[in-house]
């Protein structure tokens, strides 16, 4: 049902990009296929206002193999600007749009993947690597340079995690380093991955990530029983 390596390779990369001032947005609203997803923004996060979407629509459009549903980012202070430093990108493969399934059905599907070579072999940093530079530089018409992988870590009542650490450089945009943790779930029997990204380069900031995206995913199955 889901091609799991080129799934995994792009849903993780996304705005690494600066951006202006946030303006609060209290709901969301999205259909996967047919099947319409409503749910609240968490406290403290926003919607990107008028001045973040180039952005968020050129990161968009630089996955070729992902819906990007929306991007949720931590609100700024009164007169400072918003930035994808902490944020939350929600995803479903475009090939995944249409079939139902169930967590425990997907789960299933994918730890069989995550164990096989090719799996590894097509996630590992030099093939993420050539991957997201030719999409992005296909967008933005300048190649990047990704460091980092993610690598599958474990599951629980909600989530089956690929996590990691992601770099990413490009000419003339400040180079990042982000703690990412990929929530890979089903809400309403669609799949869904709810992105979490966190400033930092640790094991600390990986943790965070997985809490984010935890705490939001579940928020969303909570919302769309």
Known sequence: MIRTSKFSTTIAVAAL????????TENISFSIGNTEIVGTVPT???????SMKAAVQLTAAADNVNVTH?????CAAPGEA???????????PAQALLPMVTQDE?????????????????TSPEAMQQNVST??????????????????????D???YLVGVLGLEAKNVTSYKRGVA??????????????????????QAIDLAMQNAYKYATQLKTENP
């Open 182 to 203: 990929v929530c890979i779930t089903t809400v309403r029997n669609k799949v869904l991955s709810v992105n979490a990204y966190v400033p930092g380069d640790n094991r």
């Open 82 to 92: 918003q930035a994808f430093e902490d944020y939350l990108i929600l995803k479903t």
């Open 70 to 74: 929306a991007t949720i980012v931590k």
């Open 106 to 122: 997907l789960f299933t599907e994918l730890e069989k993947v995550f164990g096989t070579q090719e799996y590894k072999k097509q």
């Open 158 to 160: 909600a989530c089956l």
């Open 44 to 50: 403290g996060y926003c919607l990107p206002d008028n």
């Open 17 to 24: 990009f600066l951006a202006q001032t946030s303006i609060a």
């Open 135 to 156: 999409n992005f530089e296909r967008v933005l018409g300048t190649p990047i340079k990704l460091d980092g992988t993610l690598q599958p870590a474990g599951k629980d």
